[in-house]
Nanobody
């Protein structure tokens, strides 16, 4: 089970920190990532981090503004979002890809969180 927290309303240019806590099993060797889905749009990849090797991958739209990290001892994944833009508004989902797809896609993910709303006002 994956549970996200930290979403909310922020003005453009602001920052938010999303957290994802895993329970029921360990994901320490699995690819973890974040996806987002805006109203009327398909779910899209945002960023991912590998298991033990700590390699990261970002969508071009968030590169340089977002940072993903993980703490395997605490079974958590964090997404730091800076310089937020109105187009970042979406429901953000934590995801685990047990097959090691790189980067993960909505079709390759096996575990999803319930999602947390991020709204950026202009």
């Amino acid at each position: 089970q994956l549970v996200e927290s930290g979403g909310g309303l922020v003005q453009a240019g602001g920052s938010l920190r999303l957290s994802c806590v895993a329970s029921g099993r360990t994901f320490s060797t699995d690819v973890m990532g974040w996806f987002r889905q805006a109203p009327g749009k398909e779910r899209e990849f945002v960023t991912a981090i590998s298991g033990n090797e700590r390699i990261t991958y970002y969508a071009d739209s968030v590169k340089g503004r977002f940072t993903i990290s993980r703490n395997n001892a605490k079974n958590t994944v964090v997404l730091e979002m800076n310089t937020l833009k109105p187009e970042d508004t979406a429901v953000y989902y934590c995801a685990a890809d047990l097959r090691g797809s790189w980067p993960p896609t909505p079709l390759s993910v096996q575990y999803w969180g319930q999602g947390t709303q991020v709204t950026v006002s202009s």
